[in-house]
């Protein structure tokens, strides 16, 4: 009985251990098959680091703990879906070949946890390689995250030529108000937001908050930061709900306010300001965005543009109030 007890410990250890260093490996491989192929390294978060691509210089921050690593890595220009799924799949047999090789290697040595967990890493890395190379061979219908990856590279390739988010043409109906699962399915929300954001239609915005909202992961994941950042804007300047909007900034520990890109401090500027945390700290956020424009351009394309007149219309807002004072 204690023997069996021992193998249940060894093996349910073991096989968190492996999630946690298999999901690393995925997301380094993923980073170098897209540089391979001309990608953009973008992020790499894990454990208490976040590594990112800001203001086109490398930055490394300290972060919330997240143990499953994840690499935002920018494609290149001109790839489709079916190309990145097919590299998608190079990437995930990358760790499934390392961790076999490590199975047999360490075996006769190793102590019996890191056998198991080596072990166990590499059914991990075969189930998930199986899985894309399923989707490669079936098609996109059978992959869940088909739609929205597809719908989020449409605008992405369209913003990247010229289009601002408000003349962008909307694929498909209104999203359902409810929560999603994954920060995959709410990339193309977002940019539906962004599209009546741009165009001035706050009236609009109300349903996007409230899945923003309905959506927030419940552990810290930086994959949501984007849609944080636009429920804290809303809740600052359209809803002027200073506690919810306090309250998403300090369930951030500090990201927004360390974050210098143009969307980080637009966001950061408007929150200041709408909040009354001071007129001068806003107005200095809101220079330091647009000192940032262009490298945000190479990322979101057009939606720079946005991003630059909403920091000048707060900027207008600012000055106009300290002329009347």
Request: aromatic share 14%; net charge negative; charged share 25%.
């Amino acid at each position: 009985m204690k023997i069996l007890a021992y193998f249940m410990l060894y093996g349910i250890l073991g096989m968190i251990a492996a999630l946690i260093i298999y999901t690393f490996a995925f997301e380094l491989a993923k980073l170098i098959v897209y540089k391979a192929i001309g990608g953009e390294f973008v992020s790499f978060v894990f454990l208490f680091f976040n590594i990112k691509k800001e203001n086109g210089k490398i930055a490394f921050k300290s972060t919330n703990p997240q143990l499953l690593a994840k690499c935002t890595a920018n494609p290149p220009e001109g790839l489709s879906e079916e190309q990145d799924t097919k590299y998608g799949l190079i990437a995930a047999a990358l760790p499934f070949v390392v961790y076999v090789l490590l199975s047999v290697l360490t075996f006769g040595i190793a102590p019996m946890f890191v056998k198991v967990m080596f072990i166990e890493a590499a059914v991990i890395a075969a189930l998930f390689f199986g899985y894309i190379l399923k989707i490669v061979i079936n098609g996109k219908d059978n992959a869940p995250m088909a739609e929205y990856l597809n719908k989020t590279a449409e605008y992405n390739a369209k913003m990247k030529s010229g289009i601002r988010p408000a003349d962008l043409e909307l694929i498909g109906d209104e999203p359902e108000v409810k929560r999603y699962s994954s920060a995959q399915e709410l990339n193309p929300i977002l940019i539906r937001y962004w599209h009546y954001l741009d165009r001035g239609e706050y009236d609009k915005l109300a349903p996007y908050a409230d899945i923003f909202n309905k959506s927030q992961p419940n552990f810290y994941n930086s994959n949501y930061n984007g849609v944080l950042y636009e429920l804290i804007f809303y809740f600052s300047f359209i809803e002027r709900n200073t506690i919810a909007a306090q309250n998403l900034v300090s369930n951030l520990n500090g990201e927004l306010e360390n974050d210098k890109d143009t969307n980080g401090r637009r966001v950061y500027a408007y929150f200041l300001y709408y909040t009354n945390k001071g007129r001068d700290r806003a107005l200095q956020a809101a220079k330091e965005g647009l000192e940032h424009v262009e490298d945000l351009r190479h990322l979101v394309g057009a939606a720079a543009d946005m991003e630059r007149d909403l920091i000048l219309k707060l900027i207008d807002t600012i000055e106009k109030e300290k002329e009347m004072n």
